[in-house]
């Protein structure tokens, strides 16, 4: 057991997945927010509504499909397994992500009482303003707690690259196990990990939650 965790290649392999899960992850969020904001408006503001209604209706039918399955079929099906499967798991992962977010985003922002935005209205604010200074921050703590169970799920979803043959952290537990004929203490290692990600995705919200949104 001592072996693994002097090991060399252990180290280089629990590292080189930890790079994939984290650029899958950040883009894939980055993504996912991108996407879920422009759909969220196109519905609020009615806009577009020819292009909203097929798009929307993609994202949302998609999201009824495991990760897994979706993230298989965009690589081997759509891609036939010619792009690169870090790009493939970002895209998949993203659009997948994004479904949830539409949601969330359109029923916090609808739930804000729209006399608060007429108000801001009559004493001269712009529309613009009063999204920006009234209606945000409160849809945002709103759906803080929602948004940031959904980055965690985001996150905990990475662990399907390996599934397109991407080194990420379960796939290095696996060449671990391999070497060393060892499972649990790679396990370990690596639901450590995991833990400390999830609790840092919680800690980074947050804080762009006050720098953002909150107001004294």
């Not at 009559?122 to 209606?135: D, K, N, P």
């Not at 599934?163 to 537990?173: R, S, T």
Request: aromatic residues 14%; charged residues 10%; proline residues 2%.
């Amino acid at each position: 057991m001592i072996d693994i965790l002097l090991s060399h290649d252990t180290w280089h392999l629990i590292l080189g997945g930890l790079r994939t899960t984290m650029i899958i992850f950040l883009f894939a969020a980055i993504l996912s927010v991108i996407l879920g904001i422009f759909l969220s408006y196109l519905k609020i503001s009615h806009k577009w509504m020819w292009f909203y209604k097929p798009l929307s209706w993609f994202v949302m039918t998609i999201h009824d499909v495991p990760s897994v399955a979706l993230m298989m079929f965009f690589y081997y099906v759509i891609f036939a397994g010619e792009m690169n499967g870090i790009i493939v798991s970002i895209i998949a992962l993203g659009v997948y992500t994004s479904g949830t977010l539409t949601k969330l985003f359109t029923v916090h922002i609808l739930h804000i009482d729209r006399g608060q935005i007429e108000a801001g209205l009559s004493l001269g604010l712009t529309s613009r303003q009063c999204y920006r200074h009234i209606v945000m921050p409160q849809a945002a703590k709103s759906m803080l707690p929602i948004f940031i169970g959904d980055m965690k799920a985001l996150l905990r979803a990475t662990s399907y690259a390996g599934y397109i043959a991407q080194k990420d952290l379960i796939k290095a537990v696996d060449a671990i196990r391999v070497q060393h004929y060892d499972t649990f203490l790679p396990l370990i290692i690596v639901s450590i990990l995991y833990l400390v990600l999830s609790w840092l995705i919680t800690v980074l919200i947050n804080h762009l939650y006050v720098k953002f949104f909150k107001y004294d």
